[in-house]
């Protein structure tokens, strides 16, 4: 399995930043993925999952803020990301998460989201 991160980078806080993720090696449309984050010093926490059937989740912080879709054709996992606050500092990392839960089966590479003014 092989998921590609994209689109970190340093936004003030207010602003917006959309991650990609392309998945290779599994079969994507039945699969759940999900987007965890992991802050310095803290532990790696869920985000946002979505379901096979687009079903979605998501910690309580990121709700209404953050939203999580899926591309079947393209393989890909997106989290836009509205409303960002210095607190959602951290690398965040795609995941294949078990259908219909949050539990990770394989991890991405991160990619580093500052919000900082």
């Known amino acids: 399995v092989q998921l590609q991160a994209s689109g970190g980078g340093l936004v003030q806080p207010g602003g917006s930043l959309r991650l990609s993720c392309a998945a290779s090696?599994?079969?994507?449309?039945?699969?759940?993925m999900g987007w965890y984050r992991q802050a310095p010093g803290k532990e790696r926490e869920l985000v946002a999952a979505i379901t096979s059937g687009d079903m979605t989740m998501y910690r309580d912080s990121v709700k209404g803020r953050f939203t999580i879709s899926r591309d079947n054709a393209k393989n890909s996992v997106y989290l836009q990301m509205d409303s960002l606050k210095p607190e959602d500092t951290a690398v965040y990392y795609c995941?294949?998460?078990?259908?219909?839960?949050?539990?990770?089966?394989?991890w991405g590479q991160g990619t580093l989201v500052t919000v900082s003014s």
């Open positions: 995941a294949v998460v078990v259908d219909g839960g949050s539990f990770p089966l394989s």
């Open positions: 090696g599994i079969i994507f449309s039945i699969s759940g």
